[in-house]
């Protein structure tokens, strides 16, 4: 596995997988490695020749009371996995050399799309992600890059931005890979002590009562939410910052459930912020 840490060797090592034909992937991650990112890994090589992963850390989407200090860093354990899993090149550049003057001057903004669900309660921080996914793509140039469907809104967002702006990529989400108990794998999991681990996996059995009762020919959205809510409020110790059914692309919230609307909630447990969603289908 190839190590990148500058823009430059990231562009002249696809300049020349591209002349030798390869179609590339790019797997953006911020390091703190699980077997969810290690799966995107596993989709990307469907789609790809070489597999590119990013580790970077953005500070441009962190807020000012958020754990941009202590979130988990260790590059030298996410690149023996990165490497173990097939991946082709790992780009983890310092800070320095993706913001040489300490911040971004031109930040990409998403209005509507950004302000719903966590970025009502988290202000800049899809503008951060959809800049520097930007410049990941303008650095990297892949065919296709691939995301996790736990950060749905995340991924909508990218893709909105890659349609139009004219990106000449593909982006793939890939499914949420989930703990034995069900607990959406995230880096932040990692926060978590034991009995606030336990109480995590609440979430998982909300939505899944949510998905249950839609099944079931539940279709007013405040009975889904209230399915939802009473399984995660039954567990004690969790926060719930919100429970939304919405519409699969704008995010706007439905108050009829259709096939494709997403259950989305957002909850502290412990004082841990985890994210997770279901599709109902």
């Known amino acids: 596995m190839k190590r990148l840490t500058t823009i430059a060797a990231a562009r002249a090592y696809v300049a020349a997988e591209r002349r030798a034909g390869a179609r590339i992937a790019l797997v953006p991650t911020m390091g703190a490695l699980h077997e969810g990112h290690l799966q995107l890994v596993d ?19 962190f807020g000012p009371t ?8 260790d590059l030298e354990r996410d690149a023996g996995l990165a490497e173990a899993r ?13 913001y040489p003057d300490g911040d971004s001057g031109v930040i990409i903004s998403a209005p509507g799309l950004r302000d719903r669900l966590c970025g009502a309660f988290r202000p800049g921080h899809f503008d951060g992600v959809l800049t520097v996914v930007a410049k990941l793509f303008n650095i990297v140039t892949p065919d296709v890059a691939v995301f ?6 995340q991924a909508v ?33 990692a926060y978590l002590a034991a009995r606030d681990r336990a109480r995590a996996a609440a979430l998982y059995r909300g939505l899944r009562a949510a998905h249950d009762a839609w099944r ?3 279709r007013d959205v405040a009975a889904l939410r209230s399915a939802a809510r009473a399984a995660i409020e039954a567990e004690g110790g969790i926060d719930v910052q919100y429970l939304e059914v919405v519409h699969p692309e704008t995010l706007e919230g ?28």
């Open 43 to 61: 989709h990307a090589r469907r789609h790809a020749d070489r597999v590119v992963m990013s580790v970077f850390v953005n500070p441009l989407q």
């Open 157 to 189: 967002l990218i893709r909105r931005m890659v349609r139009d702006l004219d990106f000449p990529l593909r982006i793939e989400v890939a499914p949420i890979v989930r703990e034995s108990d069900g607990l959406a794998m995230s880096s932040r999991n």
């Open 66 to 73: 958020e754990d941009f200090a202590r979130y988990p860093r």
């Open 254 to 281: 439905v108050d009829r459930a259709e096939p494709g609307s997403v259950i989305a909630v957002a909850a502290f447990v412990g004082g841990t912020r985890l994210i997770d969603n279901l599709i109902l289908d």
């Open 86 to 98: 097939g991946v082709d090149a790992a780009f983890a550049p310092p800070v320095e050399e993706m």
């Open 216 to 218: 079931a020919g539940e």
């Open 148 to 153: 996790g469907q736990k950060d749905y809104q």
